[in-house]
């Protein structure tokens, strides 16, 4: 038994996809951060009428990329300060203003 060495057998875990949400930027004047409004239409528990709702998140855009008008996707991260744990994945489409502005 001297010289031999047992290794634990690899164990790969799964980790749960997070959720992408996609929203449309609804303010970009903060530096590396943007506003982000989420919609969502829920059936009433009683009545079965779809409700609308809205969540307005903060987002992480490191790189500054994303404008107002936008439709992008989020993803939830470590918490980067007190109201902001989502971040930036892509710009899907970009508002109709910032493509015009663009050419």
Known sequence: MTGTSRQAPSVTIDRPRLAVLVGVVRAHS???T??????RSRPHAKYGKYLRRR???Q???PMNTARTGDTVEITP???ISKTKSW???RVVRPS???AAVAE
């Open 30 to 32: 903060l530096d590396k």
């Open 34 to 39: 943007i506003k982000v409004e989420v919609a």
């Open 77 to 79: 991260c470590r918490r």
């Open 59 to 61: 987002v992480h855009d």
């Open 55 to 57: 969540t307005v998140l």
């Open 87 to 89: 971040r930036l994945v």
């Open 96 to 98: 109709v203003e910032a």
